[in-house]
């Protein structure tokens, strides 16, 4: 018997209790223990009924994903649920906290379920390029049908108790003892249940083969390319054709081909990145500070996004403008937001009022004096960041952290403006702040580990994924991505038109190309660095100038209904615009370049070599901890698809060898722009790949 699964009778009821902290995960051990348990239970005489109840925190979360890609001891899952399942005895699956995967598949082949009021249940297989693979697919469209099934599967995302119980997927609900309501309810049910009646129940087919046709049409446009949503709507759809158990042989062999496939390690790996990204050595070392109140200085579009992501973690929030009109504007930014949330119903104007009580608009510096954080989001321009942190020092308390949402400036280069520089760090949010999760935590070398340790907190508080970027120009995520931009504008001038090389990105699983992301930011915003950069510009280096024709005539992208591409009436999808091909046509022909055409394999290989060059780069420097870092920070931050688990991971599965070989080969044509990194070609002759530098 293992300890992490026990069984006590209370009178005639067996609680079989799990106990695998922190999420009760079903490793091998807990699927033995459930199995052993419950055969106890049932020759025990005593026994009237089954309750299976997680201990600590939660109900299973699921399978127990580190386990994933070894061989999995036996009993498997499926075969612990069909036990459940074919018990003589009534079962009932007790849930609290998140009852997730093959957690809530366990619930489902239980006969009844009573959950905590604050459960929360769900399939969230898909999220790790999988399917729920023990028994789900077949179990919950039986219970609730296909197109609710088909929603909990395909966008994975948990479920209220009540939603839960809604749709017929739990029978009670209760609030407080859930041990004791649990061996309450087993006390009353006197039958077992089977979920697994045959498709003859099904009522309506035409409306199923409806629910099965709708989720199709939604997958091919919002889950593109992914291979896991087909085959649960495969999954699903055999509940129409086959028995049960032909069903579940099914979602079986489903399981194991999405487990064998890349789509799957790439989305485990970003899994487990993402939880690692928080770790880093200061937070380690030091506890956060107390974060109850925020400062951000501007209003502006990140100022503004900022802003909402703090209200809505519950975060009072005092903004500063420089005048009446602008802090009117910066306090009209944010509330702009939740209208639009209101006007499609995913808000009502009461809660905006409430949230917005949560806000103060000044344009009195004065008033930041008692917060204990202030995020400065002004214009990028060293001169105005420093004057706001003269005045921030001046006001603001003992202990407040102070922190600049720069894009690119040196964090020393300002904070060198107060007396108290080891209490500055940068928080890189991105546009728009709300909604995208990533967030680069910029150290400095003089911050105080509690300072940072504050950055990190701030960041779980606004359910943010936080990544420790190293204080150099444009972090991790704006130096790699110039990086990798560079190589398009070489590709374009080579070549490929800015619509081939969208395209291959769309292709690969991007949601959009390099150059509407630029139209979309504003093409000034480049054209300004650049201009900036020029003096000390390295002559040997290739410098493309299309983007900067396109910018001379006025052309800045969407604000302006013309960049890379043509936006007629507003639209915000671009069309290709013959004018753009001709200014490139007449920059190659001043140059002397013949185009030669580009593959969408050979745009994306020197795309993506030169992202991963450069990525090593930033490694190498320290910039980046561990290349799982610059994973989760392109996956999170630039739209790098999830499934091929960040450009680190994808090298890995590609093969760094054959990466570097590339990149050799394109060195060819420029030694400047694809120099190897040193850490690639010494990685490459010690036979390692990045997962080994993830481990060290
Ligand atoms: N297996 C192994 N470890 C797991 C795990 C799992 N299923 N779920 C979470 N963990 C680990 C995390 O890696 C983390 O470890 P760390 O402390 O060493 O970093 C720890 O548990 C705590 O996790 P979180 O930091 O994520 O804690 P939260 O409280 O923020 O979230 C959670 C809890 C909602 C349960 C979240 O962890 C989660 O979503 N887990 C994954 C759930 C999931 O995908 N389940 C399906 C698994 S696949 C499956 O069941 C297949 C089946 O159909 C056969
Ligand atoms: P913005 O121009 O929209 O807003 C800047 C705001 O700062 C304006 O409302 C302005 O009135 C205010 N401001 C200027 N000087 C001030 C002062 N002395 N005191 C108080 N307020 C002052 O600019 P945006 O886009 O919000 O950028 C702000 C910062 O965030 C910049 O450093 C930028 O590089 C960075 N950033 C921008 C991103 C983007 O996509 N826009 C993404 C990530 C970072």
Request: proline fraction near 4%; charged fraction near 25%.
């Amino acid at each position: 018997m293992f300890d992490q699964v026990t069984r006590t009778n209370e009178q005639n009821i067996a609680v079989i209790e799990i106990n695998n902290p922190p999420v009760n995960a079903l490793g091998y051990a807990v699927r033995k223990g459930i199995l052993d348990c419950l055969k106890v239970a049932e020759a025990d005489d005593a026994v009237t009924a089954i309750v299976i109840i997680g201990s600590g925190r939660t109900f299973p979360a699921g399978a127990d994903i580190t386990e994933f890609g070894t061989v999995m001891k036996e009993p498997h899952l499926p075969e612990v649920i069909d036990h459940i399942e074919s018990c003589s005895k009534p079962v009932v699956a007790a849930l609290h906290g998140t009852a997730l995967g093959g957690g809530f598949e366990i619930a489902l082949g239980s006969h009844y379920r009573i959950a905590d009021a604050n459960a929360r249940v769900g399939l969230p297989e898909v999220h790790l390029g999988l399917l729920p693979g023990a028994g789900g697919t077949q179990r919950l469209p039986r219970l609730c049908g296909a197109a609710f099934a088909l929603d909990v599967m395909l966008k994975g995302t948990p479920i209220s108790a009540k939603a839960a119980k809604d749709a017929g997927l739990i029978d009670r609900i209760t609030k407080g003892d859930l041990r004791r309501a649990a061996i309450t309810f087993a006390n009353e049910v006197r039958t077992v249940r089977k979920t697994c009646d045959e498709t003859s129940q099904l009522k309506d087919h035409a409306a199923y083969r409806a629910d099965l046709a709708a989720a199709h049409k939604m997958i091919t446009t919002r889950m593109k390319g992914q291979i896991a949503p087909l085959k649960i709507i495969a999954c699903v759809e055999a509940i129409l054709e086959k028995p049960f158990h032909e069903g579940r042989q099914l979602e079986r062999q489903c399981f194991m081909d999405c487990m064998a496939s890349d789509q799957s390690k790439g989305m485990i790996h970003a899994f487990f990145a993402e939880r690692s990204s928080a770790k880093v050595p200061e937070a380690s070392r030091a506890e956060p500070r107390i974060l109850e109140t925020l400062g951000v200085v501007g209003g502006g579009t990140m100022g503004a996004g900022i802003t909402v992501a703090a209200l809505n973690g519950g975060l009072p929030v005092t903004m500063i403008e420089r005048d009446t009109e602008s802090i009117a504007r910066g306090r009209g930014n944010v509330e702009k937001v939740y209208d639009r949330l209101v006007a499609k119903g995913r808000m009502t104007t009461n809660e905006k009022n409430t949230l917005m009580t949560l806000y103060t608009g000044s344009t009195n510096y004065n008033d930041l004096s008692n917060v204990d954080m202030v995020i400065e989001a002004v214009f990028e321009r060293l001169d105005v960041k420093r004057a706001v942190f003269e005045k921030l020092d001046k006001v603001i308390k003992p202990g407040a952290v102070l922190a600049s949402n720069t894009s690119y400036l040196n964090i020393d280069s300002i904070s060198s403006a107060t007396k108290r520089p080891d209490q500055v760090i940068g928080l890189h949010f991105f546009s728009p702040a709300n909604i995208m999760k990533l967030l680069e935590i910029v150290v400095p070398e003089q911050a105080a580990d509690d300072v940072v340790a504050t950055g990190f907190s701030l960041a779980k508080r606004l359910r943010k994924v936080p990544v420790r970027a190293g204080n150099a120009t444009g972090f991790i995520g704006n130096r790699i991505l110039g990086k990798y931009g560079v190589c398009a504008a070489h590709m374009m001038e080579d070549g490929a038109t800015p619509y081939e090389i969208d395209n291959a990105l769309l292709d690969f699983g991007y949601p959009m190309g390099i150059h509407a992301m630029y139209d979309l930011a504003g093409l000034d915003i480049g054209w300004d660095n650049r201009k900036a950069a020029a003096p000390t510009r390295d002559p040997d280096t290739r410098y493309v100038t299309i983007a900067d024709r396109i910018c001379e005539n006025g052309w800045f992208g969407q604000k302006t209904g013309r960049g890379f591409y043509i936006y007629k009436d507003g639209a915000r999808r671009g069309s290709h615009d013959p004018e753009v091909l001709s200014i490139i046509a007449d920059i190659r022909s001043k140059k002397g370049i013949t185009p030669k055409s580009f593959s969408a394999t050979e745009i994306m290989e020197r795309y993506l070599a030169a992202m991963v060059n450069e990525g090593c780069e930033v490694l190498r420097e320290g910039v980046a901890l561990k290349p799982s870092d610059i994973d989760v920070t392109f996956v999170y931050g630039y739209g790098f698809p999830r499934y091929r688990g960040g450009p680190m991971k994808y090298a890995d599965m590609y093969g760094v060898q054959k990466m570097l070989t590339n990149i050799q080969k394109y060195e060819k044509e420029d030694p400047v722009f694809w120099k190897p990194s040193q850490l690639l070609v010494d990685m490459v002759a010690q036979g390692k790949e990045f997962e080994d530098l993830n481990k060290g």
